[in-house]
């Protein structure tokens, strides 16, 4: 599904699919000029590679098909119970834990 890339006039940039639902599969469907980013898909809150929405002061959320996992740490290790083995090699999350809880 293509999106459309809109900038508001404050810079901040959205994509939106053909029913107007914040969409994008090749990186964040919002990114605010603040540094904050939102990855949707089909105006869901998605992503399997990191958390789907991060904040300017640097916090982080984990959604997987608009449901919410968590913060930060509890976020993550909650999406990480439900990778199978195989998936959680794929996607090297190991990386993403020292990235995204600070090793713990």
Same mark, same amino acid.
């Given at each position: 599904?293509?999106?459309?890339?809109?900038?508001?006039?404050?810079?901040?940039?959205?994509?939106?699919?053909?029913?107007?639902?914040? *969409? !994008?599969? /090749? %990186? =964040? @469907? $919002? +990114?605010?000029?603040? #540094?904050?980013? &939102?990855?949707?898909?089909n105006g869901?809150? *998605? !992503?399997? /590679? %990191? =958390? @789907? $929405? +991060?904040?300017?002061? #640097?916090?982080? &959320?984990w959604w997987?098909?608009?449901?919410?996992?968590?913060?930060?740490?509890?976020?993550?290790?909650?999406?990480?119970?439900?990778?199978?083995g195989q998936?959680?090699?794929?996607?090297?999350?190991?990386?993403?834990?020292?990235?995204?809880?600070?090793?713990?």
């Amino acid at each position: 599904m293509e999106s459309t890339m809109t900038t508001d006039g404050y810079g901040n940039k959205c994509w939106r699919n053909a029913a107007g639902k914040r *969409h !994008r599969s /090749d %990186g =964040p @469907a $919002v +990114e605010r000029t603040d #540094g904050t980013k &939102e990855w949707c898909l089909n105006g869901q809150h *998605h !992503r399997t /590679d %990191g =958390p @789907a $929405v +991060e904040w300017a002061g #640097g916090s982080t &959320e984990w959604w997987v098909d608009d449901e919410w996992l968590g913060n930060g740490a509890e976020g993550f290790w909650t999406f990480w119970d439900r990778l199978s083995g195989q998936q959680r090699m794929d996607l090297n999350v190991q990386l993403w834990a020292a990235k995204y809880t600070g090793g713990n």
